[in-house]
C-alpha cells in the first residue's frame, strides 16, 4: 500500500472499534456506508451490505440476550462529548413515524477536534453515561447496545462527520476511488483494527431448531422458540444476511445417533441484505427418537462457502 505522509490531514483520526465486541464473533458488521449517489446502494466493496443513504455502519448483536448481557459502545477517539440523549424506550419496532423524529433513539456525539465527530446510536435506555461537555479518552464506555430509536434489532450505528459531511471509516477523506480492494483508500480505523475488519459479503446471524411451521423471523424473539417434542415438527431456521440471487443453500439437520434427519437444497431467490429462510420435515407416526439433533446450513456462491452455521437443541 502506497502511504504519503501528508496525503491526508495530520488530524485523520486512528479509531478504535467502538463496541466492546468480537466482529465476527460476538457481534457482526451488517450494514456499510452507502456509496451510491443515487437511488441505488453500494457498499465499498460494490457489495450491496447497504441501504440507500446509509451515513454509517452497523454493529449488530446476534441476539436480545446479547443486549441484555450489556454490551459496551466506547469512544473511537479522545474528545469532548457534544451531544447526549437518553430515555427513548428500547421498542425495536422501528419506523420513523413511532419515534418521532428521534430515529438515532438514545445517542451520543462526540467532537474531536478539526472539525472530526462520531456519533453512537440506538443505545440502550438509561446507559448513556456521559454528558455534555464531558472529556472523555479513546475507548472509554459511553453506553450499552440497545434498540432504541428507529432500529429493528440490537445494534450500534456508528457514524463518523469530517466538517459536518459523514465520511465511510473504511475509506476515509480521500474521493471515493471506486469498488476494489481496500488498498485504494486509507481507512479511518486505527491499523490494528482495519487488519481486523475484513469484508464479509455474507453471514449468519443466529439460527437454531424449532417445532414452528413456518418460524416467524427469530432474533428479536426472546427466547428463541425451542423443540416442542417428539411428535412435533422439525424446523431448521436461520436468520442470515447477504444472500442473494444466484447462490445455493443447504439445510441439513443430524439426529442424534449421526442419522440424517432431513436435507435440502435449494436457490436463493432475491435474497437481500436480511435473509430469514427455513427448512424441516414432520415426524412419522411413531415420532422422532430422543437425543441431540444437529442443525448446518450453508449458503454457496460460485463453488464457494459464503457463509455456514451449525447449531444444536435436545429433544426430549
Ligand atoms: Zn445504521
Not at 496525503?7 to 452507502?34: H, N, V, W, Y
Not at 485504494?184 to 449468519?204: D, E, M
Request: glycine share 14%; with cysteine.
Amino acid at each position: 500500500m502506497t502511504s504519503l505522509a501528508g496525503s491526508e490531514p495530520a488530524a485523520a483520526p486512528a479509531l478504535l472499534f467502538p463496541a466492546d465486541c468480537r466482529p465476527g464473533e460476538t457481534c457482526l458488521i451488517q450494514k456499510l456506508f452507502d456509496h451510491d449517489p443515487g437511488p441505488g446502494r453500494s457498499d465499498y466493496r460494490c457489495g450491496l451490505l447497504t441501504t440507500d443513504g446509509h451515513d454509517g455502519i452497523d454493529i449488530r448483536l446476534r441476539t436480545m440476550a446479547a443486549m441484555r448481557s450489556g454490551v459496551a459502545v466506547v469512544a473511537a477517539r479522545a474528545g469532548t462529548v457534544l451531544r447526549t440523549r437518553d430515555g427513548e424506550a428500547d421498542a425495536g419496532l422501528g419506523g420513523p413515524d413511532r419515534v418521532g423524529g428521534k430515529d438515532a433513539g438514545n445517542a451520543v456525539v462526540i467532537d474531536h477536534g478539526d472539525g472530526w465527530e462520531t456519533q453512537y446510536s440506538h443505545l440502550l435506555r438509561g446507559s448513556v453515561r456521559v454528558r455534555p461537555g464531558q472529556v472523555v479518552t479513546s475507548g472509554e464506555t459511553l453506553g450499552l447496545i440497545g434498540l432504541s430509536g428507529n432500529s429493528e434489532f440490537p445494534h450500534l450505528h456508528f457514524t463518523v462527520r469530517h466538517g459536518g459531511v459523514a465520511v465511510d471509516p473504511f475509506v476515509g477523506l480521500a474521493p471515493f476511488a471506486g469498488c476494489g480492494t481496500r488498498a485504494a483508500h486509507t481507512p479511518l480505523w486505527s491499523r490494528p483494527v482495519a487488519a481486523q475488519l475484513g469484508y464479509a459479503p455474507a453471514g449468519v446471524i443466529s439460527a437454531g431448531l424449532s417445532s414452528e411451521i413456518p418460524p416467524s423471523p427469530v432474533t428479536m424473539r426472546d427466547p428463541p422458540p425451542a423443540l416442542a417434542g417428539v411428535h412435533a415438527p422439525l424446523i431448521l431456521w436461520v436468520d442470515a444476511f447477504g444472500a442473494r440471487s444466484g447462490d445455493r443453500q443447504e439445510f441439513s439437520i443430524i439426529g442424534p445417533r449421526g442419522e440424517a434427519v432431513h436435507t435440502q437444497v435449494s436457490d436463493v431467490d432475491k435474497g437481500g441484505l436480511s435473509w430469514f429462510a427455513y427448512s424441516g420435515k414432520r415426524p412419522s407416526a411413531a415420532g422422532w427418537i430422543k437425543g441431540r439433533y444437529v442443525g448446518r446450513y450453508r449458503i454457496v456462491r460460485a463453488g464457494a462457502v459464503a457463509a455456514e452455521v451449525e447449531t444444536s437443541a435436545l429433544l426430549q
